[in-house]
């Protein structure tokens, strides 16, 4: 994989970044890959942290293999979550961009480690990390460059229960208005169930948002994980088209 | 002024309702209502209620004579918050449409009283209200019809202190889909600075958002409450620009 | 009546304040009133305020007339909820301390209204009241005197969902020693379930606390609202027990 | 050192673990040694983690090296935070009790990997941690039994400023009545504040914590860390009379 470093430096670029909570099956990624038109970020999580010990925790190694082989048929840009340092090495040949998940942002042993490496990270914000925390966590990632440190917004944590997260828009505006990161927005986790997905991502695009990552399942029904907020792909095609629409309007050019 | 039901019923239009926080005085207002191009919905505080008792409450009945003389020359639909079931009836006279403010959201005994008059009712969401209980509270208004019930979501309570409160989009989206009413924003209150507010507007309507409250003052270095995140008038019309350019995208036409 | 300022004055005193969510019946109160042992202080609801407006909303006449008639029989001190200026001289015979519910700590217009009769009012926090907003609102009642102004934490919004609410402790011990008001508990909304109801007084009596506001009802299964929160009797003379015995190592002694 | 399982099972002992939040020097470490009344459990932070990167970040090996030889002369347990898989087996000679910090509740692959060591592990709460997902995370240490597992509470996010954190007595109270595990408490992080530490420590055994840990520093002024909120070892020893008058009325004994 070449280099990856500036891969969202664009700023007229609109970012859409798809692709499956985890990685499950050479079937399901041959889906996505053929569904989403010439797709060139894929995410794909191969270690998972949940909550639930005993739920699914991702493939691991064997996850790693199924990707190199689908990256060796066709290229593209892989994003996937790292939570362990000792991941990072084995990684790297099939990863452009790192994730840092919600959990992990206030592992700074683990920032560290993943920012020796040069290639752009995801920052995902914590649970309820303030505006403030988020930035700290960053600076732990300043070696890469501002270009290279993508703060992305996927819900935080609230006192209604009718939606998973409660998306904080109000922070993608500060932060885009205030510091030199980019900054992205999960409305699959901020939403928590598909039917909000589309007019969250469309929202977060007004609110200046540089990127979107959304979770797309061929099947979400059958999802080993986050189905209830999966895309399937027509939904996931018509988002393109809205975005498409709606992109020029913030002078900025769909990328997928 | 002729009946006022069903104002916001055009499921077409956006809704812009723009004014002060409070009716200050005849210049201030005489400003807003030539600085913005042709008003049709101007919103304005008489009666103010403050966190701090000393702050400026309101001009009370003068407020009321003056928004009456204004009109006497030129008709507007005049909006404005009612904070106790005694001042409705005084206020009727040159009020189109009634707004219950966050902190009354909870005061049924109010929202009884508001809806035995047949005006639209805007009831925003208390501070840290649950949509169930939002939607709670608007059953106290059924009677008025579903179309003149406007819920107006004004930012929640967070943990954060970079802006005054946290815009719930996803609010606007769960309720658009879920429910009958017809949904606002406060883009003012919820970011609480104005460099935010234009941004956090567009979101809105991106959301699905039938309509913004938003507060504008000729000088709001000058404003004796919320003069932090009033637009200008300048900068007002900067949002209407942006709004008539972002409308057609969802299929709606920009009514200021 | 006689007076009832100054009713909470002496800072050895632990108040405890038993009875019922809402008024039901002469029944119920007579069965708390014998149960209780010697009670001075008793609260219930007689206009209820309601998130759902089907749910019972209290009494209204009928209880003012059940109270008036047990207070002629034997004298006690009734503690009752005022949601609306109309209600208050209606109340004022048999009442002896006013309490302004959560959902009314921002509803000036009212804390207004109440402050103008002399008696002690208790002051709930609203459900994500900062401790500023309420002290705020403390000083609309500013005029019945220091002693005479309650505050009461009830626990406040949560991203939790075990309880009801978060009890907030913390801000009972930075109100003692930071402003002169008086602060009282009330551990059965904080906690939502009776289970953990006698352990939250405690806690709140060890945080500094001079008062406890306790939901007891005859039989809980049957209460008409809040039943799964009461204490019953047996429970209740429990806690009584506890308090006598924890009391004194806060140098306070116990007041039924 | 010795075997530390069950360290913490005696389900009548009151334990009090005092220290600095940060191991800083040799002269502090002996001035609470000598200032504590014998104690057999010492906390201190070796490998810190700070929002802000440039803030100090523990002494590391000089640390290690430091308490190794104040165990040396004179034994007791030391309880410290691991922040990285990797520093377990640097730690392992001299720590007694390792404990989990809130930024890593959420970092299984660490939970993981302390489980497979036989010391008790003290889990911190995360800063908006659920109920639930402190259980759950607990679930990744189930190998060590359910008494060398202990839960505590350190304060959870909130809206307020006026304190740290919101110390949630109610998920004490709900813990204790509901799961196996030992729950502590820190009402130093809770509260943020020396002032308002004492009480909070009370109101938690009064809630029925197992535990406390208390933040101690010989000259809170001069602290590398966390001052502001640290006891001085007067206020400490105060602390201690308090708890020994008080643990005997929850059936509970003083363990310093």
């Known amino acids: ?23 499950e099956s050479e079937m399901q990624m041959r889906a ?3 569904g989403v038109n010439k797709p060139s970020l894929i995410r794909g999580g191969i270690f998972k942290m949940r909550t639930n010990k005993n739920s699914f925790q991702g493939l691991g190694d064997g996850g790693f ?10 290229p593209f840009h892989f994003v996937t979550e ?9 990684l790297l040949p099939i990863t452009s961009v790192f994730q840092i998940g919600a959990r992990n942002m206030y592992n700074y042993e683990l920032l560290k480690a993943v920012a020796a490496f040069k290639k752009p990270v995801i920052l995902k914000r914590a649970f309820s990390a303030t505006i403030s925390e988020w930035l700290g966590a960053a600076e732990y990632l300043a070696d890469l460059g501002e270009k290279n440190i993508v703060l992305c917004e996927r819900g935080v944590r609230s006192f209604d229960t009718k939606l998973r997260n409660l998306l904080d828009l109000g922070s993608v505006i500060y932060l885009k208005k205030t510091t030199p990161f980019k900054v992205f927005v999960d409305p699959s986790h901020s939403m928590g169930l598909t039917p909000y997905v589309i007019d969250a991502a469309l929202a ?10 959304v979770e797309v399942h061929p099947n979400p029904a059958q ?5 209830q907020q999966a895309l399937s792909l ?18 900025k050019k769909l990328k997928v």
């Open 204 to 213: 977060a695009v007004a609110a200046g948002a540089d990127g979107l990552i």
């Open 32 to 34: 996505i890959l053929t």
């Open 223 to 227: 999802a080993l994980s986050d189905g």
């Open 82 to 90: 790292v939570t362990d340092p000792r991941q990072i090495e084995l």
């Open 1 to 23: 994989m070449k280099d990856t470093l500036d891969l969202f430096a664009d700023p007229h670029e609109l970012t859409l970044i798809s692709g499956p909570c985890a990685v």
């Open 234 to 251: 027509e939904q996931f095609n018509d988002l393109v088209a809205k975005l498409q629409k709606l992109a020029p309007i913030f002078d």
């Open 65 to 74: 293999d199924l990707i190199r082989k689908l990256q060796d048929e066709a």
